[in-house]
């Protein structure tokens, strides 16, 4: 056996030691629990405004505003729903559910405003972002926090109390929660416990917690900011070309102090991926701006992946006994790390082992996300393209 098959057999045990090891721990992150709420006694609870932009979002819109008015949290909450530019009756839909809450008691105040037309240099989502934090500014100068959420995630009624309570007991800038995500059809089961997992894996939570560490990251469906953070970094305005903002505002953010990002166990999201094509264009929206249009930075990943995934198994089935252990071990310490992400979400063990089948939806899944970006309908998003390839765009405008 030559030396360079013996390496490349070694290769991807190799990778799964340094994953297992010296990566943050990324793989048994579990579902956090909430918070203890402080009490009146020791704590004034601030001032919280809630930014909720909605695009197409009847049907679920409904159930999450009802869901935030209905927050036990004794503070003064301000929820900001930006109806970007809906064809469904979201608005309509949001404001009936608004009745209904304050008609059931809710003592928290709601306002629905009427997005204007995308700007020059945004993103959609952060243009009706940037549109209620203007809206909240007006309304509730004073704000100390601001709740950035999504119009499909669902809060429990002590999500906000427990949020708030977090980022005052650690000082946080930032506490942002992963949203609990739907498992419903087989595609879901097969594809989505793999999609938290290898999010972990690029942002290790434990590594966004360290204030030592350099690198920054938030979960885009609930995430609570301290306001004083937010204008230090210039407001929303700061990232507002970016298409994975999320992680984008954790990185801005944790510039200016210390910030928390964990699973949420009372946190989740409304919206169902029940088709394998459903996941596909979720990854395909953005895979490639994680990769910075880079084609160099693609080709590196799709090799890496398939020395970490698809190599292993390949080894296993090698005609020479003396490279087949090595991918059983490799595959063992594979299927090993994904077990806690399995739990998470109440999925069999037996999943464990396809990893490299759902790794490989993945990379195809990267290559399509390229694919599109260079034929200039890049981050597809409820009905627009936000990172479209420049050269791609203007030769439509000629055409």
């Not at 909450?77 to 109806?83: A, K, N, P, Q, S």
Request: net charge positive.
């Amino acid at each position: 056996m030559s030396e360079f098959l013996i390496a490349l057999a070694g290769l991807p045990a190799g990778i799964w030691l340094y994953l297992l090891v010296f990566r943050g721990g990324f793989w048994r992150e579990r579902l956090t629990e909430p918070e203890a709420a402080p009490t009146q006694a020791n704590m004034t609870w601030p001032d919280v405004a809630a930014i909720v932009p909605a695009r197409n979002e009847a049907g679920v819109v409904g159930e999450v505003v009802r869901a935030l008015l209905g927050q036990l949290y004794q503070g003064r909450l301000t929820v900001i729903l930006v109806d970007d530019n809906s064809e469904d009756g979201t608005a309509a839909e949001a404001e009936s559910a608004a009745r209904a809450a304050v008609a059931a008691g809710s003592g928290h105040r709601f306002h629905i405003l009427k997005g204007k037309p995308l700007a020059n240099g945004w993103t959609g989502k952060l243009w009706a972002v940037q549109q209620g934090l203007a809206e909240a500014q007006r309304l509730t100068p004073k704000v100390s926090y601001v709740l950035l959420t999504d119009a499909d995630i669902l809060h429990a009624p002590d999500s906000l109390a427990a949020l708030v309570g977090r980022a005052e007991h650690g000082r946080y800038n930032l506490v942002s929660l992963m949203a609990k995500l739907r498992t419903d059809t087989f595609a879901e089961k097969a594809l989505i416990p793999a999609y938290i997992f290898f999010f972990q894996k690029l942002y290790p939570f434990n590594w966004v917690r360290d204030p030592k560490h350099k690198l920054g990251a938030a979960a885009g469906g609930c995430m609570l900011v301290r306001a004083k953070a937010l204008k230090e970094i210039g407001g929303i305005a700061a990232i507002r070309g970016a298409l994975i903002d999320d992680c984008a505002l954790g990185q801005a953010i944790k510039k200016t102090g210390p910030i928390w990002l964990g699973l949420a166990s009372n946190v989740a999201s409304l919206r169902g991926y029940p088709a394998w094509r459903d996941l596909w264009d979720l990854i395909a929206r953005s895979a490639f701006t994680q990769l910075n249009h880079s084609t160099l930075l693609l080709i590196g990943s799709v090799l890496g992946m398939i020395a970490t995934y698809l190599l292993p198994p390949i080894l296993t089935i090698s005609s020479d006994p003396g490279i087949r252990p090595l991918g059983i071990i490799a595959w063992a310490m594979m299927s090993f790390s994904y077990l806690p992400t399995l739990a998470n979400y109440h999925r069999s063990p037996l999943w464990a082992p396809f990893l490299p089948l759902i790794a490989c939806y993945y990379t195809l899944a990267t290559v399509a996300s390229a694919w599109r970006y260079w034929h200039g309908t890049g981050g597809q998003w409820k009905g627009r393209a936000q990172a479209e390839n420049v050269k791609g765009s203007r030769a439509k405008r000629a055409a």
